[in-house]
């Protein structure tokens, strides 16, 4: 099984652009998140969802938006990219539907630099 | 606030034993993870402790005390294929996970 996938890969953006980040699991897993991982920080929630549509601001939601249509899809926009988003993006999805003590499983990850 | 606090850094030798300490502090408890990334990779999933004591799993052992707000990561027989970064995660009352920077554990042979 793919477990989560996310795309791109990598990428390098021009400040003001916008961007959509994409996340898909086919666990059928409830909840969904969006992490940022920056050096020496510990991984900081950006917005999560606890169940196909609804979600919820994280820790770090400034700058992001999220949508959660049906169960397998949570992507993540930047509407306007600042340099300050420069950073590595890992989506996780756990199959509780927001209790928090199920297990979280993380996506490879998306590198993004913006200029 | 809210704080998770681990050694930034160890380096171990192969073969050896090693612990990793991770101490917390947050608004409510739910349990503690410890995850385990290699590098340009993504997180995965080691172990949770809610209740107190020692949860043995391989050569990954895993402890918790809830009233020192204190857990750690043991790992035994070291291999090269250990050397990564180990991180800490607590669940707060929101049952949100709050996550230490995370270990980088050196290998030596």
């Known amino acids: 099984t793919a477990g989560i996938t996310q795309a791109p890969t990598s990428q390098i953006l021009a400040a003001g652009r916008s961007m959509t980040l994409r996340c898909t699991q086919d666990?059928?897993?409830?909840?969904m998140y969006w992490y940022r991982q920056d050096l020496g920080l510990g991984l900081r929630l950006i917005h999560y969802s606890n169940t196909a549509g609804t979600t919820g601001k994280g820790e770090v939601p400034d700058g992001y938006s999220v949508s959660r249509a049906n169960t397998d899809d949570f992507p993540l926009t930047l509407a306007s990219a600042v340099p300050s988003q420069t950073s590595v993006y890992f989506c996780?999805?756990?199959?509780?539907?927001?209790?928090?003590?199920?297990?979280?499983?993380f996506g490879p990850g998306t590198r993004l630099t913006v200029l | 606030g809210q704080n998770i606090d681990q050694p930034t850094e160890m380096t171990a030798t192969e073969g050896a034993i090693v612990q990793i300490n991770c101490t917390y502090q947050?608004?409510?408890?739910?349990?503690l993870f410890w995850y385990q990334q290699h590098a340009g990779e993504a997180p995965t999933f080691l172990s949770y402790?809610?209740l107190d004591g020692l949860e043995e799993k391989g050569r990954f052992s895993s402890f918790l005390s809830r009233s020192k707000g204190y857990s750690y990561l043991l790992l035994k027989e070291l291999q090269m294929k250990d050397s990564a970064s180990y991180l800490c995660a607590a669940v707060n009352s929101n049952y949100q996970l709050i996550w230490g920077a995370g270990t980088k554990l050196i290998i030596k042979p």
């Open positions: 402790n809610v």
């Open positions: 666990m059928r897993h409830n909840a």
């Open positions: 947050t608004s409510g408890f739910n349990g």
């Open positions: 996780a999805s756990s199959e509780t539907t927001g209790g928090g003590t199920d297990t979280q499983y």
